[in-house]
């Protein structure tokens, strides 16, 4: 069984007059169909506008399909009763770390969501330790959220998500405000959790940097899914990239321009080792 | 200047005071405050004194970090002790013109300045001892019974600990908005009350659009993380009494059936 499905899904913001009349219908997601498998690391790429941020709040339950259905676990997002268990089972992480930081303390913000679900006191307090020490934050846990980093902080808003013992995260631009550091923090936060728990990941992002160590890379441009397969297969295709307001990583970008210009390498190089590693062979 | 805000000092420490439960401190302030008006006279000043000198000396809060606290009341007590002197009726002990003063008016001037004084000194060191989520906590505890009669207790308790931790951040905010505004030429300093309360619709307008997108954040993340209000709810740190928890009931209770007792020699009470 998949962990996520979603079967022609459809999402409309509906906007209204005054009156209540019908002033234009906005197709946030037409059409996506999208399967993923338990333990993958998927990545969602698009521009902004393009309708990602949408399609993960159905994954958790906060916005409902208008057409068609998403599945979590077999459980169907549109049904009230499965709510909860959607929720505990999909943690989502969001952008803005400040906003989703509930308490004043870290370690009684990662309590938070245990505490939530009516687990015993003993465990929580079990609990909480085993998430800090996953996102590497154990040291900070008496500290007030306000002190810590971007990136510490998002690190622990997901260890607040890890502590409900969820299947699947879904991060909603987790790196969009933080700087370049806070942005390897968490991505390697991300994906030693996917490696180490066997936790599924769904990454939405617009830096294509981070998406080099997923599994699968959707596109979307426009509510649709436009491309999809691992990363390399994506960025062979540079130009088609480029079409859907998206930047290929720059060590890609540089050794596709180079083929062009008549260089003889292969195609979809993602990391600056394997460009050495391909120009070193074209010297011998 | 907006930094010099603090609510809620909390002065970290390790003493006896700072490890009692938030539910003996919250009650023992509000006796002791109660305490406060229980009596008039010299004997009851001087109880008062020796159980806060007391208490503070337990609480290991140097002293010239709570008067530092204290400044900020010292325009009440003026404000105070000159409609005690000027305005209370009595015999009169000394006059110019119309001014005149009673020896009532000193009397009540000087015990009301360190009623006061006392006052502020008690809950001041509650929440010099006391985190305010521990506040927050112990608050929910204690009207727990409320719930019977309908009033959203949890809910209360929710929202505090929500405003604090968010303060911070808010100030913050302010500050980086005013100083964007004041990059465009706004004026926030010159002029008189009202021109200055119109150059604060730039300040505030921003301010509460950015307050109200957090809370659609916040509440969007707090539901993602199954919150559903109080029912089910487990703690991470419940409160549970303790032995010296007890031990700190007997000594409030013990303190003030004595200041009663004074209340009651010098026929105040009945």
């Known amino acids: 069984m998949e962990m996520i499905k979603v079967k022609n899904l459809t999402f409309e913001y509906i906007r209204r007059d005054e009156e209540g009349n019908v002033e234009s219908i906005n197709k946030a997601i037409d059409n996506v169909n999208l399967d993923v498998k338990k333990g993958d690391f998927i990545a969602i790429l698009g521009a902004n506008g393009s309708g990602k941020s949408t399609l993960a709040k159905h994954i958790n339950a906060i916005l409902y399909p208008t057409d068609g259905g998403v599945w979590v676990n077999g459980m169907n997002t549109a049904e009230e009763k499965n709510l909860w268990e959607i929720r505990q089972t999909a943690g989502m992480v969001f952008q803005n770390p400040d906003n989703q930081i509930i308490a004043t303390v870290v370690e009684e913000d990662v309590g938070f969501g245990p505490e939530n679900l009516g687990v015993p006191t003993q465990e929580i307090w079990e609990r909480v330790e085993k998430s800090l020490e996953a996102v590497g934050m154990l040291e900070f846990r008496n500290s007030s959220p306000n002190k810590l980093s971007g990136g510490q902080k998002q690190r622990v808003a997901i260890a607040g998500i890890m502590a409900m013992k969820p299947q699947c995260i879904v991060l909603d631009e987790p790196t969009a405000m933080l700087d370049p550091n806070g942005r390897k923090e968490v991505i390697a936060t991300v994906r030693e959790l996917n490696k180490k728990e066997n936790v599924t990941v769904i990454l939405i992002t617009h830096h294509m940097d981070e998406v080099i160590y997923a599994d699968k890379v959707f596109v979307m441009e426009r509510g649709q899914v436009k491309m999809e397969g691992t990363p390399r297969e994506i960025f062979t295709r540079v130009d088609e990239i480029k079409k859907y307001r998206l930047d290929a990583p720059q060590v890609t970008e540089l050794a596709y321009e180079l083929k062009k210009a008549g260089v003889n390498l292969p195609d979809g190089i993602l990391t600056v080792e394997e460009l050495i590693e391909a120009i070193k062979l074209i010297k011998k | ?270």
């Open chain 2, 1 to 270: 200047m907006i930094r010099d805000i603090t609510i809620g000092q909390y002065y970290p420490s390790d003493s006896i005071l700072h490890r009692l439960d938030p539910r003996v401190k919250l009650i023992g302030t509000f006796l002791f405050i109660v305490s406060l008006f229980l009596f008039d006279s010299l004997y009851g000043y001087i109880a008062v004194a020796v159980f806060l000198v007391t208490i503070i000396k337990l609480s290991k809060v140097p002293f010239r970090f709570i008067a530092k606290g204290m400044k900020a009341i010292v325009v009440l007590m003026l404000f105070m002790a000159f409609f005690n002197l000027f305005f209370t009726p009595g015999n009169t002990i000394f006059q110019i013109w119309i001014i005149k003063i009673t020896d009532n008016g000193l009397r009540q001037a000087i015990f009301m300045g360190i009623r006061l004084i006392f006052l502020i000194l008690g809950s001041s060191l509650m929440t010099f001892t006391t985190t305010p989520n521990q506040l927050t906590d112990g608050l929910e505890k204690i009207m727990k019974p409320l719930n019977r009669i309908k009033v959203p207790v949890h809910e209360i308790s929710m929202m505090m600990s929500i405003a604090l931790r968010f303060i911070p951040i808010l100030l913050e905010e302010t500050d980086k908005i005013m100083k964007a505004q004041m990059a465009r030429g706004a004026d926030f300093e010159s002029g008189g009350v009202l021109k200055r309360a119109k150059s604060l619709i730039p300040l505030l307008v921003p301010l509460f659009v950015s307050a109200f997108r957090r809370a659609n954040d916040l509440a969007m993340a707090m539901e993602a993380r199954c919150y559903r209000g109080g029912d089910g709810r487990t703690k991470m740190k419940p409160l549970r009494y303790q032995n010296r928890d007890y031990l700190a009931y007997t000594c409030v209770l013990a303190y003030f059936a004595i200041v009663i007792a004074l209340g009651i020699l010098e026929n105040r009470l009945f």
